[in-house]
């Protein structure tokens, strides 16, 4: 009995090592306290939520990204995440680094799988080290902090001219399909949500987009999005908020694509 609770236990952090990212039952370090930040000048970060089907129920998995934008000797410390639901209870997310982890650019996708509509809000934060000109180690933390973008009235879901451009690639043999966005300016975020009307008339989140800083340049997905073959889209709605200095509030932009 106690080897089988051994090798459990084993396979528990296998799979821990596996994701990086530790998911925390109950908190492990305090609550973020972060403000909605437009752009960051050192590290640019954003998060990503796709859909995905477990036990043909519809459950979503979330992917932070960062880049250094400048500096030499460059260093992530450490991570955190935290995802607040609509029943104000707290689900925590967080690496810490090793000095052997030297890397610009750094992808963490969240396990298990989340409902998004029980979560309301998130805040990031990412403490890392870099130089400039000299041997001075700089140390900073982003923080940022986002609201999950709701379904609203469908009557709202209108295409409008702005400098957004969002393409739909899809495969119908295979129900796959690939978001890219397009945009002619170079300042501030935005964030993406769109949702899928099944020809059922079931109405679900399907792609999600969180701090996407427009510097990093027009955003495509990496790969295709693989729906369950008993989905099938009829109409895809989505909202963009834009915030850049002059419109720090945010802008919305709603538009519908007929599959």
Do not use: W
């Not at 437009?38 to 954003?46: H, K, N, P, Q, R």
């Not at 104000?88 to 750094?106: L, N, P, S």
């Not at 902090?145 to 009557?155: A, M, N, S, V």
């Not at 109409?235 to 963009?240: A, Q």
């Amino acid at each position: 009995m106690k080897k089988l609770i051994i090798f459990c236990m084993l396979i528990m952090l296998l799979c821990l090592s596996s994701c990086g990212g530790y998911h925390i039952e109950g908190l492990q370090y305090p609550v973020i306290e972060a403000e909605h930040n437009i752009e960051s000048e050192t590290v640019s970060s954003y998060l990503l939520i796709k859909s995905s089907i477990v036990d043909e129920k519809m459950y979503y998995n979330f992917t932070i990204y960062s880049d250094f934008l400048r500096g030499t000797g460059r260093y992530y410390h450490y991570y955190q995440v935290d995802y607040k639901t609509n029943k104000d209870t707290i689900i925590q997310y967080y690496h810490v680094f090793d000095y052997t982890e030297t890397e610009r650019k750094y992808a963490q996708k969240f396990a298990p799988h989340e409902r998004i509509d029980n979560l309301d809000e998130f805040s990031v934060a990412i403490d890392y080290e870099y130089k400039l000109d000299s041997e001075v180690i700089i140390n900073e933390t982003l923080k940022y902090h986002e609201d999950i973008i709701k379904l609203e009235d469908l009557d709202k879901y209108v295409n409008s001219d702005n400098i957004f451009d969002v393409i739909l690639d899809k495969i119908d043999s295979e129900n796959k399909y690939k978001f890219t966005i397009n945009f002619s300016e170079e300042l501030g975020h935005f964030d993406f949500q769109a949702f899928i009307k099944t020809t059922d008339g079931e109405i679900f989140p399907f792609y999600g987009i969180y701090h996407y800083e427009l510097k990093r340049g027009n955003y495509t997905t990496l790969s295709y999005e693989e729906l369950a073959s008993n989905i099938k889209i009829d109409e895809i709605y989505y909202k963009i908020i834009y915030y850049s200095n002059e419109s720090a509030n945010g802008l919305n932009y709603y538009g519908i694509i007929k599959n």
